[in-house]
């Protein structure tokens, strides 16, 4: 009982810390939306700045009764007896390995028909309401389709492996499956852009032209390898834009969804690209497996002393079934009990983020111009409705770039300096 005491204690913790951070945002954005910030004056209109703060309520308003929910299925599934209850159907299966997965693919298709809803409705109603929403109903269902099915392609063989090395490779077995993992990790990064990314959007080659040349040169004033400049069509799901890398090694790609292209000129283009291409200068991506890696490896030894404590069973509602082994249910219980007891340090994330944008801005701001990325931002800010005025300490649990304001007056600090 003294951990299912604990239990409660971090869920009641993690949910009121949230719910606090969700009503401080919803206020702070609220009494800050009759007046643009002197740092966006002439810059956003006063109706952008409203819509961007009604947005930002909408969403987070919508985040709330989402942690209702999820509250709500994580003490149904582990208390209230909903694992118990799949255990007893998936341990006929027979072999241990077999009804270990079939627990866990149980336990992920009930928890994505969950969610499923309220996916719809931020699709369909809050991002429609706003004017974000491209996507079809048939491309909203058929890519929750493709998902359970890529996660069953996927997810399945590297279930088994990690399963079958908890059975049979002793007391270490999480040192195992831990390389299993973290190079499952790896296989994914370099296979996503071809393999994985292609099967929900179309990627074409950006097209020749002034605003290729000019990537290019900066890729060879930086010095940067790349396997191909693409244009995905983000556009038939969102109206929302972005840019990113992808890839590792020889297989990095840039890519450019083709609505920030139709927006940005192309001096904003090439130094959204110059920040983008910072976070690899910096070794960002390095440092970030770095980081990913540790705490897996701390996370998967904790599991290894989990494994065989009763009490870590018992006192989250479920018997585990000793005949087909207790690997699977293990897993999720940890996977879904992990995030409230790591809540309290979110933060810690959120600077480590935040201090690796800086380093990009400062390096794009060398590669191209401060103020051509502040024009760049101010105009993303603009068209993604990203209010620019976030509560700090909402803020600093949940975003990973720096507000708005701290951000633009960073780079102008470093434009002055040019």
Request: proline share 4%.
């Amino acid at each position: 009982m003294v951990f299912t005491i604990l239990f409660l204690m971090m869920v009641a913790l993690s949910v009121g810390l949230r719910l606090w951070l969700a009503s401080r945002q919803i206020r702070h954005i609220a009494q800050h939306s009759d007046a643009v910030p002197e740092a966006f004056t002439g810059q956003i209109k006063l109706e952008a700045h409203q819509k961007a703060a009604r947005y930002s309520i909408a969403k987070t308003r919508l985040g709330m009764i989402n942690l209702f929910i999820e509250t709500a299925v994580l003490l149904g599934f582990t208390l209230l007896g909903g694992l118990q209850w799949i255990q007893s159907h998936t341990a006929s299966m027979g072999h241990g390995l077999l009804s270990g997965l079939a627990l866990v693919a149980a336990v992920g298709f009930i928890s994505s028909l969950i969610d499923l809803p309220l996916a719809y409705y931020k699709q369909f109603k809050l991002e429609a309401d706003f004017g974000f929403n491209r996507m079809t109903k048939a491309l909203f269902f058929g890519d929750w389709v493709k998902g359970l099915a890529l996660g069953a392609a996927i997810g399945a063989p590297l279930l088994l492996v990690v399963l079958y090395l908890m059975r049979e490779a002793g007391p270490f077995w999480w040192v195992a499956a831990w390389l299993v993992w973290f190079g499952f990790s790896l296989l994914m990064m370099w296979l996503f852009p071809t393999v994985i990314a292609p099967l929900f959007n179309k990627f074409t080659p950006l097209q020749e032209g002034d605003t290729r040349n000019r990537i290019l040169e900066l890729l060879k004033r930086c010095g940067f390898d790349s396997d191909g400049l693409f244009v995905m069509d983000g556009s038939k799901r969102s109206s929302h834009g972005n840019a990113y890398f992808s890839g590792m090694g020889k297989a990095k790609r840039i890519v450019f969804f083709d609505t920030l292209l139709s927006r940005l000129n192309d001096d904003q283009i090439e130094a959204v690209l110059a920040h983008e291409l910072g976070h690899f200068k910096k070794k960002h991506i390095t440092k970030h497996l770095v980081f990913s890696g540790l705490s897996s490896f701390v996370l998967f030894f904790v599991l290894g002393q989990l494994l065989t404590a009763p009490w870590f069973y018992s006192d989250l509602g479920v018997t585990p079934d000793f005949i087909n082994g207790p690997h699977a249910m293990a897993l999720v219980l940890f996977a879904m009990t992990l995030p409230y007891f790591t809540f309290p340090f979110r933060p810690l994330l959120s600077w480590l983020s935040r201090k690796h944008e800086f380093e990009a801005d400062e390096y794009a701001a060398q590669q191209s111009a401060a103020q051509h990325l502040v024009s760049a931002l101010v105009k993303l800010y603009e068209d993604n409705a990203s209010t620019l005025t976030p509560d700090r300490l909402h803020s600093a649990f949940y975003d990973s770039h720096p507000p708005a304001a701290i951000r633009i007056a960073h780079l102008k600090s470093l434009g002055a300096l040019t």
